[in-house]
């Protein structure tokens, strides 16, 4: 499955909060639309301000890296 990186933005009270995620390739997602995340139902609605690049989903590496030996870890 297809993923592409996007940058959502939500304006709370407190200011504009924003996230970068990614999200499965769908030709309803694009800027400027709006969208709800599944995972996150009560965060409410969320602007999609931009695209960036796709890639096999099975592709992207996820964790801090924290299943790497200590020896190549970047963590002080």
């Not at 939500?10 to 990614?22: D, L, N, P, S, Y």
């Amino acid at each position: 499955m297809q993923g592409v990186q996007t940058m959502l933005q939500q304006k709370t009270e407190r200011g504009i909060h924003v996230k970068i995620a990614w999200l499965p390739v769908d030709p309803r997602v694009k800027p400027g639309r709006e969208i709800t995340l599944k995972d996150e139902p009560e965060s409410g609605q969320w602007e999609v301000v931009a695209q960036y690049s796709r890639q096999d989903m099975g592709d992207l590496h996820r964790g801090w890296g924290l299943d790497l030996p200590k020896t190549q870890r970047t963590e002080w």
